[in-house]
């Protein structure tokens, strides 16, 4: 049965939204080619978006999955991650499989970068499973590099007793206070990420994928997520802003650092260097568990 991508408003966001037998839904805007929704048959909102997020076309959405490329963060000199989550992605095939967005360089991104390159974001929906890859390919005549991260922001019912386990023994640079160390075993807490916020980087060994568990055992839905990185998301990023970053984030309410956690499969600490023509791909899957 083909099924049907329609073109929607969604909360505000020229988006391309489809919905399965099952009740399962998935929303993906035209910028950025971010995915703001994915529900569950059973009705449940996995991802985080937040309710203040600009909505003019350009500025960052704030919240569901924005693919940071190419370049992460601060690090480089193109404007904070990258200039692929400010620009209109083309929707290039939508069936009960998934969707594809595409965006390759043009003259808004060779104001920023002078490199040409084909980036997809294929999004597959399954029954209690969503998978995101973004396909990179040099489509230039010289080398380039980059630094990416599917940047998702995973919706939880209270952070502050949301856990997350399969970081232990990996390394670790946490960027509020600068420090570097092994994460000992056991699983992650957030309950004392209030004030401060969350940010660290785990470097991730370079052979094997990452297999992650996101688990909220003392809240009543008991919600759990089984998440798995692809062996090219050499990190992975966590961050929550906290309660002091919120005040300061003018597309995010108050609170509303309590109801997410970004886990985001990152490229970043060694650049990803490109020939002439060569591919590469980074993906993050989630599932119910
Ligand atoms: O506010 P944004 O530009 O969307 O960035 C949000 C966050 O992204 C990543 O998670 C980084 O590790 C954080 O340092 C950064 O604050």
Redesign the pocket.
Do not use: F, G, I, S
């Given at each position: 049965m083909a099924h049907a991508w329609t073109r929607i408003s969604y909360e505000g966001f020229a988006a391309w939204c489809a919905q399965w037998p099952d009740g399962s839904s998935a929303v993906v805007a035209e910028q950025g080619a971010q995915l703001l929704s994915w529900k569950t048959a059973d009705g449940r909102e996995h991802l985080y978006l937040s309710p203040a997020s600009l909505r003019d076309g350009q500025a960052?959405i704030?919240g569901g999955v924005?693919v940071c490329f190419p370049q992460f963060?601060t690090r480089g000199p193109l404007p904070?991650?990258g200039f692929a989550r400010n620009l209109p992605w083309q929707m290039r095939e939508g069936d009960e499989a998934g969707i594809v967005m595409q965006l390759t360089d043009s003259e808004a991104t060779r104001a920023y970068w002078p490199h040409a390159f084909d980036a997809r974001l294929r999004i597959g929906v399954q029954a209690g499973s969503l998978s995101i890859r973004l396909d990179v390919q040099n489509t230039d005549q010289v080398a380039w590099s980059m630094t990416c991260a599917l940047?998702s922001y995973l919706q939880v019912d209270d952070v502050a007793q949301t856990r997350l386990s399969g970081l232990q023994g990996l390394a670790c640079w946490d960027?509020l206070a600068d420090t570097r160390f092994v994460q000992p075993p056991g699983d992650v807490g957030f309950a004392t990420t209030t004030e401060q916020g969350f940010?660290r980087v785990f470097s991730t060994p370079d052979a094997a994928g990452t297999a992650l568990q996101l688990r909220q055992p003392e809240v009543p839905s008991g919600r759990r997520l089984e998440i798995v990185h692809s062996s090219t998301a050499s990190e992975v990023?966590v961050?929550n802003?906290g309660l002091l970053l919120s005040h300061s984030?003018a597309d995010m309410p108050d609170d509303g650092w309590r109801q997410m956690l970004?886990v985001?499969a990152a490229s970043i600490d060694t650049p990803v260097q490109l020939a002439p023509g060569q591919p590469w791909s980074i993906s993050q899957t989630l599932t119910l568990g």
């Open positions: 960052a704030r924005p963060n904070k991650h940047h960027a940010d990023v961050w802003p984030l970004c985001e």
